[in-house]
């Protein structure tokens, strides 16, 4: 499939809450498909959110067992163990379960085939009952009890599937004959279904909203680089209850976030209710630990009269020291009330054989000297800081709702703060975008299963099939899709059974383009990434040509895509080029196979140089033989960009306008038919 256009910008806006989802993804579970994905990174197992509009084929939940949403360890032996799913089971029943215990299971029979559910699965096990909550169509159908702080198999590193049970071997089955849409996955909040759906007034029916939310990915929080005498910067809402920190030199808050707007996502969320104090601690050596003033606006706390215990000492209303010798000694401040803003600095200076120190927030007044201050009961936040000398080696850990730690820590055992929504992803499943493409934004993509070849990469400058597609793409139907930029398009094949040029029926501008197949080259359904079919070139001067045309020359803005899968690749074979003859001259653009296995992207605007780019590189090619691949390059202004696969690869800066020459456009070899790859 090749496209061009001559203008890369698009564009996409929204002007209200409520939804149009323009399809979704059908899964047969006589064909055993599903999406699979396994997280690189632990995010929070505890606290959580899955939703999804289903609509269930014939004989789902009747006499199937369809998983709609399961993690799970591959290898759990003969039994249940160690996964958390939800799924439909016989009866047209519902439920949510783990280690072969059903949590949720009702008895409402859901039998409409014709009918879209929207379910949404709450969980937050942090919470010490109803912690499980299932909403169906915007109400709370069901609630269950998981043990307090327990943590689930989702968002463990362990296979995720959607569509199947995620044990391999003798137990994979349950596969799903359900339609899905709108899949989305919240890591780190338990939220109700108001987020995803609303009732309309007029109907009294519960229809889709786009999630505006947080998918809460938080940068990492790094407190490592304060060393002694170096001060952090604090700044404790007690209004919104949230905390923001600023390590030493630091010129924006860990953590993301900003104190002047209290909506913003802080480094720290505090528990709600009851007192709140900030402690500091000390062992084996002088230490002084001292309040000051921020450049924040708010209160700035005092060390409490009273509020030391050990070896430390309260020298003034900001200043607390001593040596405790071989035991951990402490001071907190007074309670730091609520509706109130308070902001200051916090120094701990340490002698050099300095060992443990380090600072907290806590519910408790009280603090027990020999048990790690981040570990201490009713602590809600804390860093501790190991070392010798001035090299200071810091963690942090947050207690309630996370149980996490500052990645450069030497306790490996802890998961990293930045977890915090690193697993959410947003799964549209509306044909808009490659089946099992995270559009959240944090590149969480799901790889599809029996789907028939489709690809899961990010947009670049579309890579959506020219056709318009239904079974996942697979099958073309009648007409093109529609395209932001049509009025742009100049060349579009979809190189499904005909070789022809559709642009004239996207763009009335684009005058049809007249296409040759030269050679052997031929329709084919051996491979296919969209529509079950694709054009076919043995590599032996198999290719086909464009004719000259004035749409097709003197580019400014532009963009050039195409998907391609070659069994061999040679170097120097051609991908595509405009008057590219026998390897010499300067035509106009070119994609080639350079002799180092290097797929690359030259460009001219006199016809003796390549001056506007000269071999910029997409990346290796001996790793892309046997699959399906998109590449793209892009200009807009003076800025090229060049794609593979989704992933920005290499950029060129020129303005000048392409040359414009007689010659045809040749895919899969130079002008001469020489140069032709097999694929």
């Avoid at 919470?127 to 909403?135: G, K, P, R």
């Avoid at 690749?569 to 595509?576: A, D, K």
Wanted: aromatic share 12%; with cysteine; net charge negative.
């Amino acid at each position: 499939m090749a496209k061009f256009s001559r203008c890369a910008a698009q564009s996409n806006d929204s002007a209200s809450g409520a939804q149009v989802i323009d399809g979704s993804l059908r899964f047969e579970s006589s064909k055993s498909q599903y999406l699979s994905r396994t997280p690189g990174s632990e995010g929070n197992r505890r606290t959580w959110t899955w939703s999804s509009w289903v609509k269930k084929s014939q004989d789902e939940g009747l006499s199937d067992q369809g998983v709609l949403f399961e993690a799970r360890i591959d290898s759990p032996g003969g039994t249940d163990a160690n996964i958390f799913g939800i799924r439909w089971t016989t009866d047209g029943l519902i439920g949510v379960y783990d280690t072969g215990n059903w949590y949720i299971q009702g008895s409402r029979e859901f039998r409409d085939t014709n009918a879209w559910y929207h379910l949404v699965l709450s969980v937050d096990t942090t919470q010490a009952s109803n912690n499980l909550s299932l909403y169906v169509n915007g109400d709370l159908y069901l609630q269950g009890s998981y043990a307090q702080d327990t943590d689930t198999r989702v968002n463990d590193t362990c296979t995720h599937r959607i569509g199947a049970r995620t044990t391999l071997g003798s137990q994979d089955a349950y596969f799903l004959s359900s339609q899905l849409t709108q899949t989305c996955f919240i890591d780190g909040q338990a939220i109700d279904a108001s987020y995803f759906g609303y009732t309309d007034p007029l109907t009294n029916t519960w229809r889709p909203k786009k999630y505006t939310g947080n998918f809460n990915v938080y940068p990492d929080i790094d407190l490592s680089s304060t060393g002694s005498g170096e001060a952090i910067e604090v700044v404790i809402n007690r209004q919104v209850d949230k905390a923001w920190i600023k390590n030493y030199g630091s010129s924006a808050y860990e953590g993301g976030g900003n104190p002047s707007d209290p909506s913003s996502a802080p480094s720290f969320h505090l528990p709600s209710g009851g007192s709140l104090y900030w402690f500091t601690t000390a062992y084996d050596t002088a230490h002084t630990m001292v309040i000051g003033s921020s450049s924040e606006t708010g209160t700035q706390p005092e060390w409490a009269s009273g509020g030391t215990t050990g070896s430390l000492t309260r020298d003034s209303a900001t200043t607390v020291l001593g040596t405790p010798s071989s035991s951990y000694s402490s001071a907190r401040t007074d309670a730091l009330a609520d509706n109130t803003v308070y902001a200051f600095t916090y120094t701990i200076t340490t002698g050099s054989s300095g060992n443990h120190t380090g600072w907290f927030l806590s519910t408790s007044t009280s603090y027990s000297s020999g048990t790690p201050d981040e570990q201490t009961s009713g602590n809600t936040v804390g860093a501790r800081f190991h070392g010798g000398g001035d090299a200071y080696y810091g963690f942090l850990a947050v207690y309630g709702s996370f149980a996490s730690i500052n990645p450069n820590t030497y306790i490996s055992s802890y998961p990293r703060l930045s977890n915090r929504g690193i697993n959410s992803f947003y799964l549209p499943f509306d044909g808009n975008s490659p089946i099992g493409k995270d559009e959240s934004g944090n590149e969480n993509d799901w790889t599809p299963v029996n789907f028939g070849g489709s690809n899961v990469i990010p947009k670049a400058t579309g890579a959506l099939p020219i056709l318009n597609t239904v079974s996942g793409g697979n099958v073309a139907t009648v007409g093109v899709r529609t395209d932001s930029n049509y009025s742009d398009l100049v060349l579009a094949l979809p190189l499904v059974g005909s070789k022809e040029d559709v642009s004239n029926q996207i763009n009335s501008g684009s005058t049809t383009k007249a296409i040759t197949s030269n050679g052997n080259a031929v329709a084919s359904s051996a491979q296919s990434n969209f529509y079950g079919g694709s054009w076919y070139f043995d590599g032996t001067t198999d290719y086909l040509s464009v004719a000259d045309h004035a749409d097709l020359d003197g580019f400014g803005d532009f963009t050039i895509e195409m998907w391609w899968w070659c069994s061999a690749l040679g170097g120097t074979e051609v991908l595509i080029s405009k008057g590219w003859s026998n390897g010499a001259g300067y035509p106009p653009f070119l994609i080639r196979n350079s002799s180092s296995d290097i797929i690359e992207f030259s460009a001219s605007s006199n016809g003796t140089s390549f001056d506007v780019a000269s071999a910029v590189e997409f990346g290796s090619s001996p790793g892309l033989l046997n699959q399906w691949n998109h590449i793209a390059v892009t200009r807009e202004g003076s800025a090229g960009r060049l794609f593979l696969n989704g992933k920005l690869t290499s950029t060129f800066s020129s303005s000048t306008t392409l040359h414009a020459n007689s010659s045809v456009v040749t895919i899969f070899s130079m002008d001469s038919g020489a140069a032709a790859p097999v694929g």
